[in-house]
């Protein structure tokens, strides 16, 4: 039985980079960017005030207080998008509001609050400036932000919120990111039943399709649902081949040593198995290999293909290790692994078989350290620990047990992350 890296290290090296598509700003979020993105020009593009106050001559502000005003005859109001046509001359001001271009003449601007305006003192067509401004006072250089011609993001950086706001004021409409990958789903068991279904007797709700296309999504790739399979060869491949032009195929139960177990069998047949048992708890039963697909465009290519556990714990807690880093690769990211703290345990783990063991676990931060507790029994079909998990505490294949007040390794499954 391989161990959890190297069963990563064997799926990430059959894992390509996909390529890209060019898509609307705002629909890239997550996704990387896959073009050196430049700017042709300025921005801002022109100098301009970066307070409500008044143009002015630097010079003409020298010796001012509050209580000897120097006054300015006030030629002008130029607001933000328009640019004033009078020049400023020696005893002249003219009045500016934030974003306007700074007129001719002009070297450093007075904000109202230094001015008589406030305290309705001042005289018509004049203004009374309160204190001296040097040369280049609120004024907001062009290009201070971006120079015409620099290099603004580089290809390889996430899309998020303030990259989304910078291509805007570029002016940039549409970026070539990364695609993101299509999961198809295919769950397997005669007994599973699809959530618009009555319940029968002896029948349970599928519910490995939804957390897995949840999962999908919130990982960035594109979930397309097939359904469930029953537990024949037949009914698999029949089902499977609906999914062929997607990236990865996930399959979920069928992959144990049961009787109907038929997924290995199927791969086998398909594609090639390069490994379906891996030494962890929950979840030794995963397989891996590569199946043969086709493109949309009906050009033929090998798609992966992962078969999960059907238990609904260890479907999850292997697609975390599994399917996740494949998606993230696959969309061209570079951090591929969880976030990894240390934590003291609060109650004892016993490990009886030698795997590693992903207990789900409740973190919580306390005076400046983590503590981990268990979420409870950690049945991998007790689906509702998974909804009080924040983390998963690792306990190594070759410990046999974990003390109360060890520090622990946790993989942290929420960590800074939002839904
Ligand atoms: P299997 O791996 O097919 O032996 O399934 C292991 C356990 O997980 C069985 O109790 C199944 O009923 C359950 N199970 C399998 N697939 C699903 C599913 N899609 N939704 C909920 N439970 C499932
Ligand atoms: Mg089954």
């Known amino acids: 039985m391989i161990s959890v890296e190297q069963a990563l290290e064997k799926i990430l090296s059959c894992v390509d980079v996909l390529e890209g598509e060019q898509k609307p700003i705002l629909d890239t ?14 921005i801002p593009p022109l100098d301009n ?3 409500d106050g008044y143009a002015v001559r630097s010079e003409d502000t020298r010796g001012a207080t509050q209580q000897s005003p120097r006054f300015l005859r ?18 002249t001001a003219i ?3 934030t974003g306007a271009p700074i007129p001719k003449g002009a070297d450093a601007v007075v904000r109202f609050e230094d001015t ?7 005289t018509p067509g004049k203004t009374g400036i309160l204190g001296e401004v040097k040369a280049g006072s609120d004024i907001r250089r062009a290009g201070e932000d971006i120079t015409r011609g620099s290099t603004v993001l580089r290809k390889g950086v996430v899309i998020r919120p303030p990259e989304v706001g910078v291509l805007a004021s570029l002016g940039r409409s549409k970026v070539t990111v990364i695609r993101r990958p299509t999961v198809a789903i295919l769950v397997t068991g005669a007994e599973l039943v699809d959530i618009n279904q009555p319940l029968p007797a002896g029948k349970i709700y599928d519910s490995n399709t939804y957390s897995v296309a949840a999962l999908v999504r919130r990982h960035g790739g594109i979930s397309k649902i097939l359904g469930v399979a029953l537990d024949s060869e037949d009914s698999l491949v029949a089902m ?3 999914g062929l032009d997607a990236d990865i195929l996930i399959t979920t139960g069928g992959v144990s040593m ?8 199927v791969l086998a047949k398909e594609g090639e198995v390069v490994f379906w048992k891996v030494r962890m708890k929950p979840g030794k039963p995963v397989a891996f290999g590569k199946i043969k697909g086709a493109t949309k465009a009906g050009i033929a290519r090998n798609i992966l293909y992962l078969g999960l556990p059907g238990n609904p714990v260890s479907a999850m807690i292997t697609f975390e290790l599994f399917a996740r880093p494949a998606i993230l690769k696959m969309m061209g990211k570079k951090k591929l692994a969880k976030p990894t703290i240390e934590a003291v345990i609060e109650e004892p783990i016993i490990n009886e078989d030698g795997r590693r063991i992903f207990a789900r676990a409740i973190v919580e931060k306390r005076d ?23 983390g998963l505490v690792i306990v190594p294949e070759d410990k046999p047990r974990v003390k109360k007040g060890d520090i622990v390794q946790v993989m942290m499954l929420d960590w800074n992350e939002e839904s």
Request: aromatic fraction near 6%; hydrophobic fraction near 35%; glycine fraction near 12%.
């Open 29 to 42: 979020m997550g996704q990387v960017l896959a073009e050196d993105i430049y700017s042709t020009i300025d």
């Open 49 to 51: 005030s970066a307070m």
């Open 74 to 91: 006030v030629i002008d109001t130029v607001m933000a998008g328009s640019i004033s046509e009078c020049e400023v001359e020696p005893g």
């Open 95 to 97: 009045r500016i509001m």
């Open 116 to 122: 008589d305006e406030t305290e309705r003192r001042g």
């Open 240 to 242: 499977l081949h609906q």
């Open 258 to 265: 049961g009787d109907y177990d038929v997924v290995k069998d």
């Open 368 to 390: 400046g350290q983590y503590f981990a507790r268990l979420t409870g029994p950690q049945g991998s079909g007790i689906l509702t620990s998974m909804t009080l998990a924040n």
